[in-house]
Every structure is written in C-alpha cells, then in structure tokens.
C-alpha cells in the first residue's frame, strides 16, 4: 500500500531564501507524481507533475526533482514571496490514476 | 477556459439526511476523480470515472455513498443517511487521461464543504 510523507510539516522562512520540501513514498511503482498548491479555504491548484520516466521539472521559480530508487521528490522554490505562503502537497499516482497524497507542508513567508 | 466546478460550494444538512454534490469536469476530460479532504484523514481517494464506467471505486467508505457519471461528462456523488463522521470537503478533479498515462495531470475544483448536524 503506497504511503506519501512530507516533511516538514510547516515551515516559516524569511522573503527572498531559497527553499526545499520533501515528499517521500513507499513504492516505486509510480506513473507520476504531481505537486499542487492549496491556499486556505481553497481547492488545489495544480504546480508540477513529473512522470515516472522523468528526473525534474521546472515551472518558473519552481523545480521539482524525482528519484524513484530512492522513493523520494523534492521541490524547490527560488526567492520566496509573500505570496508563496500555502500549503503544499505532493501526491504520487497509481495505475488506477488515483493520487495518494501526503499531509503537506504548511509554508509562511514572512515580508 | 473553464476550470472544474462544483455544487454547492456549502451543504449543511441533517444527521440522517441524503445529499447530492455535483461535479462539473473541464470539457473533453475523460477521466474523473472525487476525493475527500477532512481534519483527521488528509486527502483521500473515493473513485475514479473513465466515460461513464467506475473501475476503481475503492476509495468509498461505505455503502452509503454512491456516485456515478452521465455523457462521460457531469457526476453526481450521493451520501445517504448522513452521518457526523462525513463532515469533510468533498474535491473533484479531471484529468485529460486516464489511467495507464504518466500524464494524468489532474486538476481540481474549489470542491463542497458538508457540514452534518
């Protein structure tokens, strides 16, 4: 049974550092696996998905990378804003298409 | 162009009451996903729609709930006999693919928020 882990549960950093979250999962028997954005009281805004054959993927600031071996994904953000501040999950797919998803990273960005 | 919608955006009802959420997917998605987001469990999977067929419905959490999808389009989720424990905000995505695509992208809708009484 996949199981998704983030780590940290939330994090507080000042505007401008650069920063890094983790997602690991349990099998490696992934299609893809998709990071999203969720603001308070929202639903979830797609950021990146990586498939399975793939390594990394960039979208702007944002850059996430795949190590299937390893059972492991990370994204990065550049010079975080303000505006960065959500919660982050990622979720890994599986040949039914369903997403497993971890119980996020909670980011503050402080001005 | 349009997003996934979804309604009502807030359903409060009744503790033994039967409710409908709807789901509207983005245009030409073939596949489609309900999920549930509450306190305690995180985001969970209900079931997965391909056109109109359901061929993992494994998410369910009792035989209370029930879903199904019209025109390979709209899906209706229904919970009969509405319990506390259901509470939760029931999100809907679609995907252009389905299962068996590495890319499978989902996209989701601002979802339902149901309160029980």
């Known amino acids: 049974k996949q199981e998704v882990t983030q780590i940290p549960a939330a994090l507080s950093v000042p505007e401008g550092e650069n920063l890094v979250l983790n997602c690991s999962f349990t099998?490696?028997?992934?299609?893809?696996l998709q990071w999203f954005r969720q603001d308070p009281g929202k639903g979830l805004t797609s950021l990146l998905l990586i498939q399975s054959s793939q390594r990394e993927q960039t979208s702007g600031r944002l850059n996430a990378s795949l190590d299937k071996s390893s059972g492991r994904s990370t994204l990065y953000i550049a010079a975080s804003q303000p505006g960065d501040s959500a919660t982050y999950l990622c979720?890994?797919?599986?040949?039914?298409?369903?997403?497993?998803f971890g119980q996020g990273t909670t980011l503050q960005v402080k001005p | 162009g349009a997003g996934v919608s979804q309604s009502p955006s807030n359903k409060v009802t009744e503790k033994g009451k039967d409710v409908e959420l709807r789901c509207d997917p983005i245009s030409g998605h073939t596949a489609l996903y309900w999920y549930r987001q509450s306190l305690g469990q995180g985001l969970e999977f209900l079931i997965y729609?391909?056109?109109?067929?359901?061929?993992?419905k494994s998410g369910l959490p009792s035989d209370r709930f029930s879903a199904e999808r019209t025109g390979g389009s709209v899906s209706t989720l229904t919970i009969q006999r509405t319990q506390q424990e259901d509470s939760a905000v029931y999100l809907c995505?679609?995907?252009?693919?389905?299962?068996?695509?590495?890319?499978?992208?989902?996209?989701f809708g601002p979802g339902t928020r149901l309160t029980v009484l």
């Open positions: 979720a890994a797919s599986s040949n039914t298409g369903k997403l497993i």
């Open positions: 729609f391909q056109g109109n067929s359901a061929p993992d």
């Open positions: 099998d490696s028997a992934i299609y893809n």
């Open positions: 995505a679609s995907s252009l693919v389905g299962a068996g695509s590495s890319y499978n992208e989902q996209f």
